[in-house]
């Protein structure tokens, strides 16, 4: 009999309280009862749209039926069939724009708790299983990746499961990408990333970290000195933009993702930590997205009065409706139709107010999107001793400038074929935020393994077995 109750199982959470204190995870997880009860509401219905709405096509109602049986480890195996990285996909997915967005159970009351259903699984396999990958028998081929992203994994994972010898080439110390320097560890623990990581490791995935490709190594030397048949571009799009207005070089000023680098990945919150960060009274963060959250996030956790400044209205807001709320209970103030004009700083170079100019909404244009309109003399000053910028971030040049041949867009992006990740090199292949911008980890995962399963198909055309 399925459940049919309206309503997910709530989700248990550490109180906005106590955790905006701490940096442990915020979402606690559900027990065996509640994943099953939630696993019950699942009507497995005849055309599964679902399945249609998730990037990388995990078969949700079959893993979902094993759920409600109670056989976690099946459930497991059927979502690894098409995902390596199931519990960073179960905690940071956008479930409510895909597959949880197309659920029948939507129509009347709550979809089912897809991602909460995927997180548990796949934490019940790391918390229970001591089984290792299975190398699989070498194809004799070569293929590299830059960039060890959810993209750089994707890719990565998929071609080691088909045999290649992969090597993946990180410029950080660490592997992982933005799950590692950018999402806050209480929205994903480093140990469940490392966790993920470790298994493609035991399908034999190499990875190469301190490596900048275009500085240390270039493309075409991967190919032509190190005999990699084919490689893979997942190198993001780490390069914040800033608004180019007075007083952005103040003492004092981060970009979100150098903020967000220095707690997660150096550990700057850490008493014991080389990594400086200046920990403001009164700290603000300008833009509205995911990023802004995040940041803003890590800042009050590290004792500030936080604002979050945003040049539309709540309505228009970016980021996940959760991480608003999550934010907002954690005593985040928000500044709506706000812009900075000016960073103002003291004789010393730091950081002492923002000066803001309140804006309007215009009627929406064609692309049925408002666009914020200065008020005038509504000009005022906020005072803060930090600001945090996060209004984009664009595909870093060091790639395209090494690159001889390699073609982007004029923002940055590499262009890529869509359905197999080819860029305008003979096989040299792109895929994730280096290709489309800042967007989602399951976008970047779903664009590695189409990008895998195109180069086993170059590589093997090539006739080189
Ligand atoms: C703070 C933050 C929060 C986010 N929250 C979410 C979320 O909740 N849900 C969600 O779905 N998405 C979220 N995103 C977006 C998501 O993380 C990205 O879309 C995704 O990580 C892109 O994956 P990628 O593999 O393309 O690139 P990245 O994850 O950026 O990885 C690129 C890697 O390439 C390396 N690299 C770059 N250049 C070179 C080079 N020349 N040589 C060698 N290595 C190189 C980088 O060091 C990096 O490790 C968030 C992003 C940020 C910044």
Partial sequence: MPNMSLTKNEMPLQAADIRNKNFLEVSLGYTKEQAIDEAKRCLNCKHKPCIGGCPVQIDIPAFIEEMAEGNFEAAYEVITRSSSLPAVCGRVCPQESQCEQKCVRGIKGEPVAIGRLERFAADYHNANSMEKAVKPTPNGHKAAVIGSGPSGLACAGDLAKKGYAVTVFEALHLAGGVLVYGIPEFRLPKAIVQKEINTLKELGVKIDTNVIVGKTLSIEELKEEYGFEAVFIGSGAGLPRFMNIPGENLKGVYSANEFLTRVNLMKANHADSTTPIQKGKKVTVVGGGNVAMDAARCAKRLGAEVTIIYRRTEKELPARLEEVEHAKEEGIEFLFLTNPLEIKGDT???????????????????????????????EFDKETDCVIMSIGTSPNPLIKSSTKGLETQRWGGIIAEETTGLTSLEGVYAGGDAVTGAATVILAMGAGKTAAAAMDQYIMGKGKL
């Fill in 348 to 378: 010393n170079g730091w950081v002492t107010a923002l000066r803001c100019q309140e804006m309007t909404l215009s009627t929406p244009d064609e692309s049925g999107r408002a666009k914020p309109i200065p008020l005038d003399g509504s």
